[in-house]
């Protein structure tokens, strides 16, 4: 079965400072793996998405995910935090047997301080 | 163009009573999903509807849920005989087609309380 684990329930790092959030994966075959942002009181958002084209994903708000085989990881960085990317991150994997529906790890949410 | 959408934003029901939770998917997708998301469970499969159709319906916690899909667009999502433990926002996502790739886009999601 397909799973996803995050690292860290809370993350606080400083303005201006690197972000990273951490997600591994367990697949028997090769994954489709995403990253959805939810702000307060809002639907999941994505922000980026692993389909196998490229290892090195880019996505919107400057974020981007590196996929790693070996490590069995999609870990999501940006290189400079922005007060406005205070938010729950979440990494899913998607099940790509019948519904194809999305199995989310926990969820990370961000702090940024001033 | 339109994004997901859900209604009611949110909802405040007495337990035992039955709800009725609607989501309007993007135009042209088939493929819909509902989800809930709560504090001790995280974000959790229900249902998923392909066409009108819903050949996954693994993720419905008991019987006093369903859901159907009419016109290859809106769904709804009914829990009759509501318990306390229901309470969660519920969202429901659409994708063009039920593919691994494609995008699953999330509308707002419903606020469902129950006292």
């Known amino acids: 079965a397909q799973s996803v684990t995050q690292l860290g329930s809370h993350v606080s790092v400083s303005e201006g400072a690197l972000v990273l959030l951490r997600c591994n994966y367990s697949s028997s075959v090769p994954p489709y793996l995403f990253w959805y942002v939810q702000y307060p009181n809002q639907g999941l958002q994505l922000l980026l998405k692993?389909?196998?084209?490229?290892?090195l994903v880019k996505g919107i708000n400057g974020f981007e995910a590196e996929f790693k085989k070996s490590e069995t990881s999609f870990h999501l960085t940006k290189p400079s935090a922005h007060m406005s990317d205070a938010a729950e991150y979440f990494c899913?994997?998607?099940?790509?047997?019948?519904?194809?529906?999305?199995?989310f790890g926990q969820g990370t949410r961000l702090t940024i301080n001033p | 163009g339109a994004g997901v959408s859900q209604s009611p934003s949110n909802k405040v029901t007495e337990k035992g009573k039955d709800v009725e939770l609607r989501c309007d998917p993007i135009?042209?997708?088939?493929?819909l999903y509902w989800y809930r998301q709560s504090l001790g469970q995280g974000l959790e499969f229900l249902i998923y509807?392909?066409?009108?159709?819903?050949?996954?319906k693994s993720g419905l916690p008991s019987d006093r849920f369903s859901a159907e899909r009419t016109g290859g667009s809106v769904s709804t999502l009914t829990i009759q005989r509501t318990q306390q433990e229901d309470s969660a926002v519920y969202l429901c996502?659409?994708?063009?087609?039920?593919?691994?790739?494609?995008?699953?886009?999330f509308g707002p999601g419903t606020r469902l309380l129950v006292l």
């Open positions: 996502a659409s994708s063009l087609r039920p593919v691994g790739q494609e995008t699953q886009y």
């Open positions: 899913a994997v998607r099940v790509i047997q019948g519904a194809q529906k999305l199995v």
């Open positions: 135009s042209g997708h088939t493929a």
């Open positions: 692993y389909t196998s084209a490229a290892t």
């Open positions: 509807f392909q066409g009108n159709s819903a050949p996954d």
